[in-house]
C-alpha cells in the first residue's frame, strides 16, 4: 500500500513540474485554515473563481489548491494555493478584469474564503534550454 501511495505521489508530483514548466509565472499561496468548514468554504471559492477565469477567456489559467497530511507535524502554512498563468500579460488581464474584481471584492465582504495571513510570491520560470 505504501508503494502504491508513493506511486501517486511520485505521478502528481512529476505532472505538476511538468505543468509548471510550460507555466510563465506561478503564484504561490501558503496559509492556513481553521477547520474543516473553512476548507470547504475555500475550495469551493477557488472552484468558482476557477470558473470565472474560463468565462472571462483565460482557461489555460487557473488556480490550483493542495494541503499537507492530516499526520504533518507542520503547525503553520499547511495549506497552498498556486495561481498558473500563461503570461505576464494574462495574469494582468485576469487581474484587472471588472468580473474578477467584483468577485474579489464580494469574497471580502462574506469572508467566505479570504485568508488571514498568508505567505505569497509570484514565480517567474526560467528557462532551462
Known sequence: MKKI?????????????????QTKITSVHLFDLK?????????????SLNALIKEIGYS???????????DDKSTINRYCTMGHWASEEAYKAIHENAKFKAW????KKNGAGTV????YRRLYTIDLK
Open 116 to 119: 488571514r495571513e498568508e505567505i
Open 60 to 70: 489555460n489559467n487557473y488556480y490550483s489548491f493542495s494541503k499537507v497530511k492530516e
Open 104 to 107: 474579489v471584492e464580494a469574497d
Open 5 to 21: 501511495i508513493l506511486f501517486l505521489f511520485l505521478g502528481i508530483v512529476g505532472f505538476q513540474l511538468t505543468t509548471s514548466a
Open 35 to 47: 477547520d474543516a468548514k473553512e476548507e470547504k468554504n475555500y475550495l469551493e471559492n477557488m472552484k
